[in-house]
């Protein structure tokens, strides 16, 4: 018996309009294999038909896909542009071979929003709260040298 390698893919969804996103998993299964169908035709639906879509957060997509169908799936993936009356853009943030790494990925994606929105932050009350959000995802907290803990 032969294992099928997966590949899984961290996909940002965005709305343009900056509406809340409330998308379920299938939607974006949905119109993913509606594209699909549309350009590469009854063939690529057929090797497509396993994928899985499960949606993080708001914001954040996990797709699994069998490795040998990947560049089919992801060639879709800029195309989404409508899901459930939204307008929003799809972008992939990173492609890996297991769900661990896909992790490890996006602690860092986070830890880097956080540290973006801590330079943009204008009172000390503010401040305070991002730090203990970074803190919360890293444990130590280091700036200009020096360690925090």
């Given amino acids: ?3 099928v390698k997966n590949r899984y893919v961290l996909v940002r969804l965005e709305s343009t309009d900056k509406a809340k996103l409330n998308i ?3 939607e974006l299964y949905r119109e993913m294999l509606r594209l699909i ?3 590469h035709g009854d063939f690529g639906h057929a090797k497509c038909s396993r994928i899985t879509v499960k949606i993080m957060e708001d914001d954040i997509a996990v ?3 069998p490795a040998d169908d990947s560049t089919i799936a992801f060639s879709v993936l800029p ?3 409508v899901l459930k009356g939204v307008s929003l853009t799809a972008s992939i943030l990173f492609v890996g071979r297991s769900i661990r790494t896909l992790q490890k990925r996006l602690v860092k ?3 880097n929003e956080l540290t973006m929105m801590l330079s943009k932050c204008e009172s000390l009350y503010e401040r305070k709260k991002v730090l ?3 803190r919360s995802v ?3 907290i280091e700036f200009e040298g020096r360690t925090e803990s």
């Fill in 1 to 3: 018996m032969v294992k």
């Fill in 24 to 26: 379920p998993g299938h």
């Fill in 37 to 39: 169908s549309e350009f």
């Fill in 63 to 65: 797709i699994r896909v």
């Fill in 79 to 81: 195309f989404i542009r």
């Fill in 109 to 111: 994606i986070r830890r």
């Fill in 132 to 134: 203990e959000a970074i």
């Fill in 138 to 140: 890293t444990g130590k």
